[in-house]
C-alpha cells in the first residue's frame, strides 16, 4: 500500500524559506495530484495546494504568492517550498495523495496522508 | 474563517447517535461538488472517513454514515465509543476559490 513521509527542517527563520519534501513508497505517482495541507497549532486543517505528476499545479489563492509544489517522480518524491515565511506559518505540514474524484478531479478527496512534520518559524 | 461551517464540538455518550453538520454555499457543497470527512486523532496522520459523500473506505465500520442535502452535508456516528473521541472535518470544492477546502473541524467528546 502507499504510504508518505514529511521530511524537512524543523525551524526555518522568519522571512527565509520553509523547504519539505514527501516521499512516496509502495506505488506510483502518475496519473495522481500530489497536495500539501497544513495544521496551525490550536487551529484547523487548510488547504495549501497539489501537483499534478505531469506538472500542473493549483494553490490556495491566500498562499499563491508565496507557494511552489513540484513532483519528481524519478525520486517518487514531491516537494513543497513557501517562501517570506512568518510565524503565521508556523504548523504541522501534511502531505497526501489526491485523488479519487473519476473524470472530475475536483471531487477528489485525500488519502493516504503523511504522520506530519511540525516546522516553527522563529528566530 | 473556514469556507465550510461545522460546529465546534459535539458530545454524545457511548451507545449514542450523533451528527455533525457541514454547511457550505452555492459555489462548493450547493454547486454538487462532493464532500469529504476525515477523523483525525492529535498527533496521528487524519483518516478518510467518508468519500463521494456516503461512501465508506474499506475498514471504516458502518457506524460512521454520510449524507448530502441542498448546501450542507453530514456525518452521523452511532453507537459511539470511546474510541470515536477526535477532531472530525469535512472537505469540498470551491468553484469561486478553484480549490479544496476543508470545514474548521468539530470536536467530538464522548461523554
Known amino acids: 500500500q502507499v504510504q508518505l513521509q514529511e521530511s524537512g527542517p524543523g525551524l526555518v527563520k522568519p522571512s527565509e524559506t520553509l523547504s519539505l519534501t514527501c516521499t512516496v513508497s509502495?506505488?506510483?505517482?502518475?496519473?495522481?495530484?500530489w497536495t500539501w495541507i497544513r495544521q496551525p497549532p490550536g487551529k484547523g486543517l487548510e488547504w495549501i495546494g497539489y501537483?499534478?505528476?505531469?506538472?500542473?499545479?493549483n494553490y490556495n489563492p491566500s498562499l499563491k504568492s508565496r507557494v511552489t509544489i513540484s513532483v519528481d517522480t524519478s525520486q517518487n518524491q514531491f516537494h513543497l517550498k513557501l517562501n517570506s515565511v512568518t510565524a503565521a506559518d508556523s504548523a504541522v505540514y501534511y502531505c497526501?495523495?489526491?485523488?479519487?474524484?473519476?473524470?472530475?478531479?475536483?471531487?477528489?478527496?485525500?488519502?493516504?496522508w503523511g504522520q506530519g512534520t511540525l516546522v516553527t518559524v522563529s528566530s | 474563517q473556514s469556507v465550510l461551517t461545522q460546529p465546534p464540538s459535539v458530545s454524545g455518550a457511548p451507545g449514542q447517535r450523533v451528527t455533525v453538520s457541514c454547511t457550505g454555499t452555492?459555489?462548493?457543497?450547493?454547486?454538487?461538488?462532493?464532500v469529504h470527512w476525515y477523523q483525525h486523532l492529535p498527533g496521528t496522520a487524519p483518516k478518510l472517513l467518508i468519500y463521494?459523500?456516503?461512501n465508506r473506505p474499506s475498514g471504516v465500520p458502518d457506524r460512521f454514515s454520510g449524507s448530502k442535502s441542498g448546501t450542507s452535508a453530514s456525518l452521523a456516528i452511532t453507537g459511539l465509543q470511546a474510541e470515536d473521541e477526535a477532531d472530525y472535518y469535512c472537505?469540498?470544492?470551491?468553484?469561486?476559490?478553484?480549490?479544496?477546502?476543508f470545514g474548521g473541524g468539530t470536536k467530538l467528546t464522548v461523554l
Open positions: 463521494g459523500n456516503i
Open positions: 472537505q469540498s470544492y470551491d468553484s469561486s476559490l478553484r480549490g479544496r477546502v
Open positions: 452555492s459555489s462548493n457543497i450547493g454547486a454538487g461538488f462532493d
Open positions: 497526501a495523495r489526491d485523488s479519487g474524484g473519476g473524470r472530475d478531479s475536483r471531487n477528489n478527496y485525500f488519502d493516504p
Open positions: 509502495g506505488g506510483s505517482m502518475s496519473s495522481y495530484f
Open positions: 501537483a499534478y505528476y505531469g506538472g500542473s499545479t
